[in-house]
């Protein structure tokens, strides 16, 4: 085969991998502190996606909450919705039902304004309904923590401007899985003096809808891939694969205990 021959298969294979790199189905996940607009990377992480669009359609996270701010870290939701007026002294959140966990795929980098899943500390695949929004460069810490989580999209730069209202929303510690949960016109005193939590209390997502189910409607995109999982494997560390090698974030969800360090649980 001829050197030009070459360079022509060379340069086509690329435009193929940067092609299916930069799909994304697009949803809006619609706040109570505005709309956060999402590009899904529908071809990169295929399961992931195809794990978030269920919840996505069967309508599991509209009213769910932000549940989790901290500052400089991340935003994290998908895991309690409000479940109405609750008795004072009672944290009105009830665990959403989940499916089956679904395998880590960590092709991207957890830099500032990726989405990717929450999961259970030290277990890969253990991601369900939980996920979080990046507000930094994160890839030193989450790319590679266990097995590295699992980045599925990008979020537009408005959506990014809304992530940051939510994450300069005051945080209040009410126990449990919720530590750091934003909270609007109420504080700690409040919760100290039995002040009933109402809806107006928290950041509520009304519901998260597929604005654009065409995958090639983000060609613009360039995600940029996890190298530091790679670096990790072969230094000794550990990571999934299926295809290829994949990372994951831990983030918390479950009523376990909490921790105000910057790990990602579920």
Same mark, same amino acid.
């Given at each position: 085969m001829s050197l030009k021959n070459i360079r022509v298969l060379c340069a086509t294979a690329a435009l193929c991998l940067v092609s299916?790199? !930069?799909?994304?189905?697009?949803?809006?996940?619609?706040?109570?502190?505005? *709309?956060?607009?999402?590009?899904l990377f529908d071809d990169a992480t295929p399961e992931t996606v195809e794990n978030?669009? !269920?919840?996505?359609?069967?309508?599991?996270?509209?009213n769910v909450v932000v549940h989790r701010s901290v500052t400089g870290f991340i935003i994290q939701s998908g895991g309690y919705e409000y479940s109405g007026s609750a008795a004072a002294g009672e944290v009105p959140l009830d665990t959403i039902?989940?499916?089956p966990a679904v395998i880590n795929e960590p092709v991207y980098s957890n830099l500032r304004g990726t989405i990717a899943m929450a999961k259970l500390s030290g277990s890969a695949d253990s991601a369900t309904s939980q996920w979080f929004i990046n507000?930094?460069?994160?890839?030193?810490?989450? *790319? /590679?923590?266990?097995?590295?989580? /699992?980045?599925?999209?990008?979020? !537009?730069?408005?959506?990014?401007?809304?992530?940051?209202?939510?994450? !300069?929303?005051? /945080?209040?510690?009410?126990?449990?899985?919720?530590?750091?949960?934003?909270?609007?016109?109420?504080?700690?005193?409040?919760?100290?003096n039995d002040?009933?939590?109402?809806?107006?209390?928290?950041?509520?997502?009304?519901?998260?809808?597929? /604005?654009d189910a065409a995958i090639d409607t983000a060609a613009f995109l360039s995600p940029v891939e996890n190298t530091l999982i790679d670096a990790d494997s072969s230094m000794g560390g550990t990571s999934s694969s299926g295809g290829g090698t994949f990372l994951w974030l831990t983030l918390l969800a479950?009523?376990?205990?909490?921790?105000?360090?910057?790990?990602?649980?579920s």
């Open positions: 299916i790199s !930069s799909y994304a189905t697009i949803v809006e996940i619609r706040t109570s502190l505005g *709309d956060i607009e999402v590009n978030f669009l !269920s919840y996505v359609n069967s309508g599991a996270y509209a039902e989940t499916g507000l930094a460069d994160n890839s030193s810490n989450l *790319d /590679t923590q266990n097995s590295g989580f /699992t980045v599925f999209g990008q979020v !537009s730069d408005a959506g990014m401007q809304t992530a940051d209202v939510i994450a !300069s929303t005051s /945080t209040v510690d009410l126990g449990s899985a919720f530590t750091d949960i934003p909270m609007l016109d109420y504080t700690a005193t409040d919760f100290a002040v009933v939590i109402a809806e107006e209390n928290l950041v509520v997502i009304a519901d998260v809808v597929v /604005t479950l009523a376990g205990i909490a921790t105000r360090s910057k790990s990602i649980l």
